[in-house]
C-alpha cells in the first residue's frame, strides 16, 4: 500500500477506535491510539493474512501481546474483512465477542491475551513450529513499554534468540506511558534497545506513529540473518488527538460527546 | 516398596511395576514414532522427566526452553498453534502454579491442546521439601475452565491417559488440554479391566459395606487397606478416581449409595482436591454414608521420604484401614 493510502487508513482507524470507545462505554484509549499505526502497517503493508488464508498455516501470524489496545486490532480487523463492521456496534455489550480483550473467539485474533508478558511465549512457540516445518511463516508480535516489567518477556528474549528465531520479529510500542504514569518512574526499562541486543535480538529504532518509516523497516525484517529481530518503535500515547496525546490519565478513558466531537475536528484536519 | 515381587493375597496377585514416570517416557517415545508432529517441551526436565534417552535417539523432538515454566507453557501454546502435537513436562510443583496463568491463558483460555505433564507429583519429592512438593495443583487445576485433571494410579493407567492424552487427533481434530500428574517411585500393577477414558473411574475392587475413593498412586496404599480390612470382615471396594475433572459423578454416587461408609485419598491438600469434590457431589446428591478425606493436612509438611509423610497422614494400608474402620464403628 501506498504510504498516502497509509495515512489516510491511520486517521480512518483514529476515528473509529474513539467512536468505538464511545460507544462500547470502556477501552483503552491512549494505547489504542499508540500503536494503532504499527497494526495498520503490519496488516496493510507487511503481513500475508487474509480471511481466505486465515485457515492456514502458510501465512503470517501477529499476536498482541499488549492485548489491552484491542480497539485497535478490531478496527483494522473489520477494515480487513475479517469482521463485519456493523459488529463494532456490539462492543462491550452482554454477550458480545467484542470484549476488552482479544479472544479466537473474535475472526482474525490468532491468540487470547490480555494478561501482560503472554505473547512473546506463545509467538516464538509459533515461530519455531514453522522453522521446524520449513514453512515461510513470519510471526509479529506487539509489545507495550509497560508490560516489558513482566519477567516472562525475557524468558521468551533468550529463547527465541537460541532458536535463532530470525521469522519472529517482536515491535515495542514505546510511548513511555503506563496507567501510574512515565515509565520512567514506574521501574527501570532503559537502556531498552542494549537490553533486547544483550538478549540476543537485532535492534532498530524508529518513529512509531510514521507509517513510512514503520513500513520501510518492517519489510527489512529479518535485521540480521540467524536473529530475532526487535523494532522499538517510538510512539506518542494518545497520538492525534490534542488533548490525549501524553496523557497517563487517557490510558483507558473514555471520551464525552464533546471530546469526541472535538477529537474527530482534530483528525478531519489531518486528513 | 523394594524387591522385584510383591504379591498380595486377595487381590489376584499383583505384582512390581515401574516408576510411572518411565512408563510415561517410553509412552511418548512410542507416541512420538508414530506421530511426526509430536514434540516434547521441557525446562531443564527431560532428566527429571526420565526423557534422557528419548532426546539422545530422537534430539529434533525435544524443545528445551531452560528453566523458565511461564516460557515453557507459553511455547508449548504457540507450538500447538503451529500445528504440532505437544507435551510440555516439568515437576509438577512448578508446572502447575509457577506458570498457572499460562496454563490458564494461553493453553486453556485460547483452546490450545497442550498435554501438560506434572511429573514428580504429591510428596514425591519428599526431603527436597515443600518447594518441591505439589499438594496444590488440583485445587488451582479445577478452578480452569478447559483441562482434564488427571492421576493414573500405575503403568497401565499412565500408559493410556498418555496415549489418550496425546496421540494424534482423530479426522475431527477435536481435543482439549490435559494435565496429567504422577511420581516417581515404582507402583504395583493394579487389577485392570476394560478401556480406559477421561472421565470415567475404575472399580478395581468390589465391596458392599465401604468403599474407597482414590486417585494417583494413593490407590495402591488404598487396595492394601482394603485387603487388610478383607481379613477383619470388612467389604471396602476402591475406586480409582483417576481423573480428577472432569469427576465421575455418576460412578461416584453408584458406589457411595450402596456403601455405609466412604474415604477419599489424594495425596493433595485436603482443601480443593478430590475429597472436596467428592462431598459436593455426595451432598446435592443427598446421598450420605460416613464420610471422610484422607489427605495432607493445612500445615508445614512433615519432612521426610515420600512413604514417610504419606505413613504420617495415614495415606497407608494401617492408616487408612483404620480409617475406615472407624467410620464404619462410629457410625
Ligand atoms: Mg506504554
Redesign the interface.
Known amino acids: 500500500m501506498m504510504q498516502d493510502e497509509l495515512v489516510g487508513k491511520s486517521i480512518a482507524y483514529r476515528r473509529d477506535i474513539l467512536t468505538y470507545i464511545y460507544e462500547s462505554g470502556g477501552g483503552h484509549t491512549g494505547g489504542s491510539l499508540s500503536c494503532v499505526d504499527i497494526i495498520n502497517v503490519l496488516y496493510n503493508s507487511i503481513m500475508d493474512i487474509t480471511p481466505q488464508n486465515w485457515e492456514s498455516?502458510d501465512r503470517d501470524?501477529y499476536i498482541q501481546s499488549k492485548g489491552h489496545s484491542v480497539e485497535a486490532l478490531y478496527v483494522v480487523l473489520a477494515d480487513q474483512g475479517f469482521l463485519d463492521r456493523s459488529e463494532l456496534k456490539t462492543g462491550n455489550k452482554f454477550g458480545t465477542r467484542l470484549i476488552g480483550h482479544p479472544?479466537?473467539k473474535v475472526p482474525g485474533v490468532?491468540?487470547?491475551?490480555?494478561?501482560l508478558?503472554?505473547g512473546?511465549?506463545?509467538?516464538?512457540?509459533?515461530?519455531?513450529?514453522?522453522k521446524?516445518?520449513r514453512r515461510a511463516?513470519r510471526v509479529f508480535c506487539l509489545l507495550g513499554d509497560g508490560e516489558l516489567a513482566e519477567?516472562?518477556n525475557w524468558?521468551?528474549a533468550?529463547?527465541a534468540a537460541?532458536y535463532k528465531l530470525d521469522n519472529l520479529t517482536a515491535i515495542v510500542d514505546r510511548n513511555r506511558l503506563q496507567i501510574t504514569g512515565h515509565t520512567a518512574d514506574v521501574n527501570k526499562l532503559e537502556p531498552l534497545a542494549d537490553k533486547w541486543t544483550a538478549f540476543g535480538w537485532a535492534v532498530h529504532e524508529t518513529d512509531g506513529n510514521d507509517v513510512a518509516a514503520l513500513a520501510g523497516e518492517l519489510r527489512g525484517v529479518p535485521f540480521a540473518a540467524g536473529k530475532p529481530s526487535l523494532l522499538l518503535a517510538n510512539t506518542v500515547k494518545g497520538k492525534g488527538v490534542s488533548f490525549i496525546e501524553g496523557e497517563a490519565a487517557w490510558h483507558h478513558k473514555v471520551p464525552t460527546r464533546e471530546q469526541l466531537a472535538q477529537a474527530m475536528r482534530e483528525l478531519e484536519v489531518q486528513s | 516398596m523394594s524387591g522385584a515381587t510383591m504379591r498380595v493375597p486377595g487381590a489376584g496377585g499383583w505384582t512390581m511395576g515401574k516408576a510411572n514416570l518411565e512408563v510415561f517416557a517410553e509412552t511418548v517415545e512410542e507416541l512420538a514414532r508414530a506421530d511426526p508432529a509430536l514434540?516434547v517441551v521441557t525446562s531443564d526436565s527431560r532428566g527429571s522427566g526420565k526423557l534422557s534417552s528419548f532426546a539422545t535417539r530422537m534430539p529434533?523432538r525435544v524443545?528445551e526452553?531452560?528453566i523458565?515454566e511461564?516460557?515453557l507453557?507459553?511455547?508449548?501454546?504457540?507450538?500447538?498453534?503451529?500445528?504440532?502435537n505437544v507435551i510440555a513436562v516439568s515437576p509438577a510443583s512448578f508446572l502447575a502454579t509457577r506458570s498457572l496463568?499460562?496454563i490458564k491463558?494461553?493453553v486453556c483460555?485460547?483452546?490450545r491442546p497442550v498435554t501438560l505433564v506434572g511429573i514428580s507429583a504429591g510428596v514425591s519429592y519428599g526431603a527436597l521439601g515443600s518447594t518441591h512438593h505439589s499438594l496444590h495443583d488440583f485445587a488451582a487445576l479445577r478452578a480452569i475452565h478447559n483441562i482434564t485433571v488427571v492421576a493414573p494410579a500405575d503403568n497401565w493407567e499412565t500408559r493410556e491417559a498418555i496415549r489418550a492424552a496425546a496421540s494424534p487427533p482423530g479426522p475431527k481434530g477435536l481435543r482439549s488440554p490435559v494435565y496429567i500428574r504422577f511420581g516417581k517411585q515404582p507402583v504395583p500393577d493394579l487389577p485392570h479391566t476394560g478401556p480406559f477414558a477421561f472421565g470415567k473411574g475404575r472399580i478395581i475392587r468390589a465391596g458392599k459395606d465401604a468403599a474407597f475413593i482414590a486417585t494417583g498412586e494413593t490407590v495402591w496404599r488404598t487396595l492394601r487397606a482394603a485387603e487388610a480390612l478383607s481379613a477383619r470382615g470388612v467389604s471396602a471396594a476402591v475406586v480409582s478416581m483417576h481423573t480428577v475433572k472432569p469427576l465421575d459423578e455418576t460412578l461416584l454416587r453408584e458406589v457411595a449409595g450402596a456403601v455405609r461408609a466412604v474415604v477419599v485419598v489424594e495425596e493433595h491438600s485436603e482443601h480443593g482436591g478430590l475429597g472436596d469434590a467428592c462431598a459436593r457431589v455426595l451432598m446435592e446428591a443427598g446421598v450420605s454414608p460416613s464420610f471422610r478425606v484422607v489427605a495432607l493436612p493445612d500445615e508445614y509438611t512433615v519432612t521426610g521420604s515420600q512413604t514417610e509423610i504419606l505413613d504420617h497422614y495415614g495415606i497407608s494400608e494401617s492408616g487408612l484401614a483404620e480409617t475406615m474402620t472407624g467410620l464404619l464403628v462410629g457410625e
Open positions: 498455516l501470524f479472544t479466537r490468532e491468540h487470547n491475551t490480555g494478561g508478558g503472554h512473546l511465549s506463545v509467538a516464538a512457540g509459533l515461530a519455531l513450529a514453522a521446524l516445518d511463516s519477567g516472562s524468558e521468551a533468550m529463547t537460541y | 514434540l529434533e524443545i526452553v531452560g523458565a511461564q516460557n507453557v507459553g511455547v508449548a501454546a504457540g507450538l500447538a498453534a503451529g500445528g504440532r496463568e499460562q491463558h494461553d483460555y485460547s483452546d
